[in-house]
C-alpha cells in the first residue's frame, strides 16, 4: 500500500502578504482613512443652475435674442435669488461676436460691492461661453438678492462690444421674474454712460418706459445648491 504524506505549510504574515501583492492582479484596495477631511468635488457642470441657459435652450428653444442699439459702453445684466444657500462655480456669456472679451462680476445687492469678477472671452458667437472656477467657487446664501453682469467697454475705453438683449416683442407680455429650479431671475439690471468704461454696479431697472420686461446682456451664472 502506497503511502501519502500531506504536508502543510504554514506561512507568516509578511509571506501571506507578499504573496498577496504577487499573485493578484493589482495591490489589494486601501481602506481610507475616516479621520481625514476628504476635499470637496464640484458637481458636474451639466447640472449647474442658469435661468438664461435654461430659458433659451429648455423652454424657448426658437426664441432669439435681440441686438442691441446703443452708442456706449454698459453694464448690463439681472438680480437674482436663490432659495437654497449654494455655491457659484463659474460664468456664461451670449454674445453676438467672437474674439470679444466681457468683465463679468457677481455682485452683493445690498452692499453693492463685487463678490467675484472674472473675464470671459467669446471663442463662438451665438453661443454660450463658459469660464468655471471651481477652485475658487464662492458662497450665495438663500433669499439675498445678487446682481450678475457684463461689462460691454473694450479695455476700459468709450469703445464697447456689441450685446443682446431679451425681450418679447410684445411689451406688454410678461417673463420676468423667471424661476428654474432654486434659482429665480427677478429683473434686468443696467448702467450706463460714463461710469461703465469699467465695471460698476449696475442700479438700474427701467430701461424702457413702458416698463417692458427685458434682460440687457445675456450673462449667466452657474449656480448649485449645497442644501435639499
Given at each position: ?10 506561512l507568516s504574515p509578511c509571506l501571506l502578504r ?105 471663442l463662438t458667437k451665438d453661443n454660450f461661453q ?16 445678487y446682481v450678475v453682469s457684463m461689462n460691454t ?76
Amino acid at each position: 500500500m502506497k503511502k501519502y504524506i500531506i504536508a502543510v505549510l504554514i506561512l507568516s504574515p509578511c509571506l501571506l502578504r507578499a504573496q498577496q501583492v504577487i499573485s493578484a492582479k493589482g495591490l489589494p484596495k486601501s481602506t481610507p482613512d475616516k479621520t481625514t477631511a476628504q476635499p470637496k468635488v464640484p458637481p458636474p457642470h451639466s447640472s449647474n443652475e442658469g435661468p438664461l441657459w435654461a430659458y433659451y435652450v429648455k423652454n424657448n428653444p426658437t426664441f432669439k435674442p435681440q441686438l442691441s442699439n446703443t452708442t456706449s459702453a454698459m453694464e448690463v445684466g439681472y438680480a437674482f435669488t436663490v432659495s437654497k444657500k449654494g455655491m457659484v462655480y463659474g460664468f456664461s456669456v451670449y454674445a453676438p461676436v467672437a474674439n470679444a472679451t466681457y468683465t463679468v462680476t457677481l455682485w452683493d445687492s445690498a452692499t453693492q460691492q463685487p463678490i467675484k469678477q472674472k473675464k470671459v472671452t467669446i471663442l463662438t458667437k451665438d453661443n454660450f461661453q463658459t469660464i468655471n472656477f471651481d477652485n475658487e467657487a464662492v458662497e450665495i446664501q438663500a433669499n439675498r438678492t445678487y446682481v450678475v453682469s457684463m461689462n460691454t467697454a473694450i479695455n476700459g475705453s468709450t469703445q464697447y462690444y456689441p450685446y443682446y438683449i431679451l425681450k418679447k416683442d410684445n411689451p406688454a407680455e410678461k417673463f420676468l421674474p423667471y424661476t428654474y429650479k432654486h434659482i429665480t431671475l427677478k429683473e434686468g439690471r443696467y448702467c450706463f454712460g460714463k461710469n461703465a468704461n469699467t465695471p460698476v454696479y449696475p442700479a438700474n431697472t427701467d430701461y424702457y418706459t413702458s416698463k417692458q420686461d427685458v434682460v440687457l446682456g445675456l450673462v449667466d451664472v452657474n449656480y448649485y445648491p449645497t442644501e435639499f
